[in-house]
């Protein structure tokens, strides 16, 4: 895990920077083909059907090809999807492609999420996964700022060749990493990393019985401590999921049309406010996994992160003044490093390792059934009222995903007790 981590985050920097630059661009994009609200919030809810459609087949594609060869398969179907944005002529073809990209952009999730559930443990896992999204919010901080400087200079279909450059540079990157063992009971197992002076386990079967070995050891350690393990409740956790991902699909589809038509902004400021929000997240997600993994209560986090969320949304819905819309964006970066570092540590410390990776693309794949919604919804909004009832709309998803994880997190406490 360790060896291959610098590059799990280098192919998420690469990957989040390109998506970051096509982001606010985008919907600047397609509306030069003249097209209706409605005709917008379809192409967009493509994207979200496409990463409804994507995240059990990628769980699968990882059990069977293993991690090397599943990220490749999706890192090349987002360069096909980028560069076919910027020959695309009709709004038909610009909704295939969103339907690819959603489906590639689900794919890398549930993977990269998946290798570190099972190459971590309750100790380090929201560490790794703080890393993840810090390498992440790197992407986030680079993306906008090249993309709104090239949207001064160039054509804005320019961007989108640059994002499928980027997506082949971290095909290269996943080139270098280090093979899994391959197990036919349970699909991809990890290597074990050895102690100082331990030899490496000659066969995979060996190293397979050495993991389920200290797998035995680690839950008798846990039954020692009054620790076991608590299931997932599957339903509870989409439907947490679903909330969370439906309120970020509405504020990255709309933010930009916001800040241009509301406040006035201009491309480039619109696209620095992603930029900050990456910088909060660079920074601040391996503090917080390290708290999530520190402080045990992950739902804690996540309700805390949701909350981050709603403040940056209340600040920008208040003044058009970059300064504070920045500070809030900031704020908005930290929670949601908050969010995803604890919510999939939460997942890989409640999951067996065999299906860990099924669950977690049950669980990516069903929120984003909200993803593919919600900006429809948000477009019904738009056309009939105005942006600001978007956003409001966009509070009230985030107030009801903390309220239901207040009473999981109650009913997950009880259980613990």
């Given amino acids: 895990m360790r060896r291959n981590l610098p590059l799990l985050m280098s192919v998420c920097f690469l990957s989040q920077m390109g998506g970051f630059m096509i982001l606010p661009l985008f919907p600047l994009y397609i509306d030069q083909f003249g097209l209706s609200g409605w005709e917008m919030g379809l192409i967009f809810g493509m994207f979200y059907l496409g990463k409804v459609a994507g995240g059990i087949p990628a769980s699968a594609l990882y059990r069977l090809a293993g991690a090397k060869m599943s990220l490749a398969l999706m890192l090349l179907m987002l360069a096909i999807c980028t560069a076919g944005f910027a020959i695309a002529t009709t709004s038909m073809l610009l909704g295939v492609l969103r339907l690819m990209q959603g489906i590639a952009s689900t794919g890398l999730t549930v993977i990269v999420r998946s290798i570190i559930s099972d190459g971590g443990n309750r100790d380090n896992r929201g560490l790794y996964n703080g890393y993840i999204s810090s390498s992440e919010g790197g992407g986030m901080i680079l993306g906008p700022v090249i993309s709104g400087w090239l949207a001064l200079h160039v054509p804005l279909s320019v961007p989108f060749w640059l994002v499928a450059c980027c997506c082949l540079i971290a095909m290269v990157a996943v080139m270098a990493m280090q093979n899994e063992v391959e197990h036919k009971s349970s699909g991809i197992i990890p290597i074990p990393e050895m102690k100082d002076g331990e030899a490496l386990a000659s066969t995979p079967a060996d190293q397979a019985f050495r993991q389920e070995e200290t797998a035995q050891e680690r839950t008798s350690m846990n039954k020692k401590s009054g620790t076991d393990p608590i299931p997932v409740p599957l339903t509870g956790y989409i439907t947490v999921h679903v909330l969370e991902m439906s309120a970020y699909a509405v504020f990255l589809t709309y933010f930009a049309l916001y800040a241009t038509q509301i406040m006035q902004w201009d491309a480039f400021s619109a696209s620095l406010a992603f930029t900050v929000a990456g910088i909060s997240t660079l920074s601040a997600a391996p503090f917080v996994g390290i708290l999530s993994d520190r402080l045990g209560d992950r739902l804690l986090l996540c309700m805390l992160g949701m909350f981050l969320i709603g403040v940056e949304v209340v600040v920008f819905l208040?003044?058009?003044?970059?300064?504070?819309?920045?500070?809030?964006?900031?704020?908005?970066?930290?929670?949601?490093?908050?969010?995803?570092?604890?919510?999939?540590?939460?997942?890989?410390?409640?999951?067996?390792?065999?299906?860990?990776?099924?669950?977690?693309?049950?669980?990516?794949?069903?929120?984003?059934i909200g993803s593919m919604v919600s900006p429809l919804i948000a477009a019904l909004l738009m056309e009939t009222s105005s942006l600001y009832a978007v956003f409001i709309f966009n509070l009230l998803l985030i107030a009801a995903a903390i309220a239901v994880q207040a009473i999981m997190r109650s009913r997950y406490r009880m259980k613990e007790r």
């Fill in 318 to 368: 208040s003044t058009s003044a970059h300064l504070w819309v920045y500070i809030g964006m900031f704020i908005g970066g930290i929670g949601g490093a908050c969010y995803m570092d604890s919510f999939f540590a939460h997942i890989g410390d409640h999951t067996p390792a065999a299906n860990r990776s099924a669950i977690i693309g049950k669980i990516v794949s069903s929120a984003e």
